[in-house]
């Protein structure tokens, strides 16, 4: 594999955007204070606002982990708990970093399609005061989700509302939130700011950034204490001038829209090509740039020779693909091809 | 501050290396599988094996904070402890990183130049076996060191040698181990590896790097751990390829060795002028790049509205001046210039 | 409520037997060493060993929640993970202390009855190596359960074997192991060591004792950490003595027995007399000291007010009924009369 | 050493006083609601408000442990750090338990006599604000201290105001509070409440408990936290009336002050025994009930076959003995006799 290749594997098997790539290069001029204060970081703070509006603050930290546990861990005494999706980034691919980092225990729900609902939260909203079960404190949403779902506006609103009637926090781990506003065609403060979310884990690497991911604060109240956590947490990086200058250049005419339009845009297609090979069955909606599909596993093995892939479920064979910023029309013309090929054989 | 400019308050202060972000842009092709498998962090392993012996492991990280709290924890029961210098990094800068994310106590011991001792360490080398104290399991040393002091190859291998036989580990925390050897004319592992140090926090965003840490195991012992460490202390890059090109091409033809030298030659160069200077007291060995003097609080203040630079100690009025790859004569002379102008006052 | 009482909430609502509290009477002649190095906890490591193999080892701790804790973090790894059904006690009633305390993530399984099965472990055991996963070290059981069930010892050994087989460790809740073995008419051994469980949390408090549990380690290899953790999570008692007495007293003259026996035989009392009242429903299995049923709320609540007792299920009005060592016959014969005299209203 | 013995090692090698066992069998009748809604417990909250005051508010927990790192916790945010004597037991002695439970850091500093000064605070009071620095949040002194001196009612004061107007937070762990307000001559609320103490940490074990302690609230904002911190913390009793029952009969009819002024003053009588020996130095002030003392390290030898006590330093052969609530007068003469023949050997 040392010839350039693309795959649909994940949307982090992308290279940088060259416009972020010009970004970190123009940031490198001279000294800037380290951690912070410095111009890039600036300009950042004034573009978040830009898009999320005017009490919107921002803390780059290096990944979506990161991002995810700094946040919480922001709205959680230390004996408090964080309600989630079975699904969730957070509780199946962070390597238990929330309860390991931050003693937070995550209170789970099964979901259909990696969506809360008022329901599924109630579920959780018990023994509230009872010393012997950790408090719910905060509920945690992902948009768009892990299962390439995406909540809408509507839905985010009531959600965001019944969260708070309980007297709880809304977070909301944006790794992908460009793709979700870029498929429900709005702002990313239409989905975040305006429905009432309190913090964003806002993801830039998958979305053409090197590595680049911040905690957006929302709730005035939380400002405070994130840049004390943010360093306990190991995620404050020294040169932050070109963390925030990637992020800024996303934010930079909609760089971010661009590219998680296209993205989204791949996965349609794909979806489209697939829908149309026979034993081919797509499993979920495609609200962003994400397809998952059940195919017979010997295909799947033929498959994942040319091409990578992940299998998303061993028990029933569903199968991921991630479309990304650079995934071309022709990447998925030829993969479609391929999968008819192989279900043909 | 919007124009370039250049300081002597840290090395993180300066930019990335022209050669250092080729290689970024190098690596900037198509996909590569996500978290380090793939082609550039694979030639990482090759250049650390070159550099620190066969057996040397290498394990990218985003900081120095979470190379030396993987490294460390990796090397630590839960109940255990770390000896380090009262003025370690580890135990003053790291926001309470190493207790908050792994439950680690810190044994300090106050040093006369930010060196460890075989005496210094044996005032920590008590109650073995007793549950009431947190057994000491790891020393730990910075090389060269936050004071700008760098322990000799032969002090490295006494300090081990007396490490291993109290049935203890030896950690360094290389954050500018390349200034030490390049001061020390010493190749990288010829302070590491051959004098028996355990596991490193290999630097590479002071030497020149965007943000780029390791941690590189040298006892066999421990590398299994680490990976499972380093995602749930959130430290693994999912985009880990722009990483390891940083610190692979950190290096590749020397370049870590003359970045290091470069600026340890600032400061020496900084170290003569100032000590030219009336009633500037230059406090500590210039062993690598930093310089620490004694002025007068009234001229560090005049100074400091041109130039950047901390204060190291309230109470003394000491006050460090790092120069980094990227500082030229120009910068020092002028400085020192600059100095005795305001001592002259 | 100033007059002696007794009512059905807890068997931590009794008091302490009279054999125990003669038992630390005696105790308490002359000085003893702290810690654990005294006369009364010898003792007792001889009648563990008796009572559960040659190869026990026990380590007096505070309380039920401390040894769950101590046991399963003696198992893992900080990056490991602990699988468990949903309404463990471990889970929902220790205030998040697993995941607090030793940073433990929770793997949870829905069960029918609060027992764990071979296929619902299996959910669970998928990702082997994946560090993005907090990987399953431990599946812990309680015996007798939360819901007042009980595995058999058939059903014990298959599950041993099915966790061994995974290469995970099993632990055993036993808060009420009394009660389980009383029940099924085995000695203590032969649902812990001779079935293949590799620690156990062995409780005395519900038993008759003041407050007093232990962790047992059945799997040599553990002991050796025990005594560390246990420190360090603040479960060793200074003047232990008092502690390993009363769970010598347990032990001795099978006082535990005794206890758990009559428990059993009063909740089978009180079954067998609700059975017979219209419109109430047993809901569970009474295979130790609990009974579990469904009332309609107005008449929980009319009881409520001259009968302690806890409501288990707010959604479908189930309440639970405890009893222990001090429950009678008559307190059992009134109170079903009472239930009986509300249902009728 | 089956028979009754007594020796000076430590004031938890003593047993129960005969009137704490008797209040243990006393609030041993029917049923009580555990977790501390029983009639014990709220005996014990007006005591504690007539000896500390109308707004002290009082948490038993099992050990001092427990009540030290809960305290602290309840007064520190994740990434805050507490002052404390290097000698101080939560730093020395309680196997790391604070940064292990609750990732406190402890911010140490050498003393001559175990007590803190407002010069040695300052030492500590740099970097406000500085997110790499773990910040300062509580000072933690220990009265009487693990040295056995005790600070003054206006050391206090004055210790108290000085950490206001740095506005920290001041704790005092009291495992051995009765011997320093016995040897002061002044009332508990003296030296905790009136001198503007926060919480104290309240030992009863070591004063004639079989094993209870409490935190003791004097800030009333820190009252809400409690109760989460110390089920999370694993300290909270199930069956509470019995530990609270403990430290009532201490604040019954003067109890701790008995118990405390016997210790004491067999101090006091070792001192002047051991004074009168040549060559035996007595090093430092009997403000409570312990004596340090040098002895050559033959005779100490010696001295241990027959007596238990502990060597505090093994480099100057400093040795302490420990008074407690049951040492008898003719304990102190034949142990002083003891050591005055073996000095003369």
Chains 1, 2, 3, 4 share one sequence.
Request: net charge negative; glycine share 8%.
């Amino acid at each position: 594999m040392s010839a350039p290749w693309r795959g649909f594997a994940s949307d982090n098997y992308a290279g940088i955007h060259p416009e972020v790539l010009e970004a970190i290069t123009r940031a490198n001029a001279g000294h800037a204070v380290a951690y912070g204060d410095d111009d890039e970081t600036e300009r950042l703070r004034g573009l978040v606002r830009e898009h999320f509006g005017p009490q919107a603050e921002v803390f780059p930290v290096f990944n979506g982990t990161g991002a995810n546990v700094v946040a919480l861990q922001s709205m959680c005494r230390p004996w408090e708990a964080v309600i989630c999706a079975e699904s969730a980034h957070v509780n199946v691919d962070e390597g238990g970093a929330p309860e390991k980092v931050a003693g937070l225990k995550l209170l789970t729900v099964p979901t259909a399609d990696g969506l809360l609902t008022p329901e599924l939260i109630d579920i959780h909203d018990v023994r509230r005061g009872d010393v012997h079960r950790a408090q719910q404190a905060v509920v945690t949403i992902t948009q768009s989700s892990e299962l390439g779902t995406a909540y809408t506006v509507d839905q985010l609103g009531t959600l965001a509302d019944h969260v708070h009637s309980l007297g709880l926090r809304l977070h909301l781990d944006g790794a992908r939130l460009a793709n979700a506003a870029a498929s429900l065609g709005v702002a990313l403060r239409e989905i975040t700011t305006d429905v009432g979310v309190d913090a964003v884990s806002f993801g830039g690497t998958k979305n053409g950034a090197m590595g680049a991911e911040a905690v957006i604060v929302l709730d005035g109240g939380l400002g405070h204490d994130i840049p004390f956590l943010r360093k306990s947490a190991m995620q404050l990086a020294s040169k932050m001038r070109f963390v925030s200058a990637q992020l800024a250049a996303l934010l930079t005419e909609d760089l971010w829209l661009r590219n998680a339009s296209h993205a989204n845009a791949m996965a349609r297609r794909l979806e489209a090509a697939v829908r149309a090979i026979p034993g081919v069955e797509v499993m979920r909606r495609v609200d962003a740039n994400a397809v998952f599909a059940v195919l017979p596993p010997a295909v799947t093995e033929r498959l994942q020779r040319d091409y990578r892939f992940y299998t998303w479920d061993d028990h029933t064979g569903e199968v991921r693909w991630m479309c990304s910023w650079d995934t071309t029309p022709e990447d998925v013309d030829a993969f479609a091809a391929a999968i008819a090929r192989e279900m043909g054989a």
